[in-house]
């Protein structure tokens, strides 16, 4: 498992600080396996996290610092794990991927379908 730019990020500044991930878990309200999810991608980075997160380093990491953090959470929303989809799957990620890269925009069914998913995991 790799981690995605936002727990690299995390983990490079509690290494800096030397704070542990439990002490940043509390901090942010969430579980010590929560926050492991969140920074392998397993879990889902949710704005909220990223405002608990910039919080909990506000006291200690200087301003560069806190927008590597915010960037790295914005390249880490971006990514997908497709790793334990079937073939299948990751070929219709892949392909409606290459559509949006392409300049299509998803039809509204997709649109909407997608929208009522966000809200339900959130």
Known sequence: MRLTPFGEAVRLLRMKFDLSLKAMAEAMGISSAHLSGIEYGEKRLSDKHIEAAISFFSSRANADQLQELQLAADRSKDMVNTSELDA???????????????????????????????????
Request: charged letters at 45%; glycine letters at 6%.
């Open 88 to 122: 299948d799957a990751r070929g219709l990620v892949a392909a409606f991927a290459r559509r949006l890269q392409e300049g299509e925009a998803p039809s509204e069914e997709i649109r909407n379908w997608l929208n009522k998913r966000d809200k339900k995991e959130e």
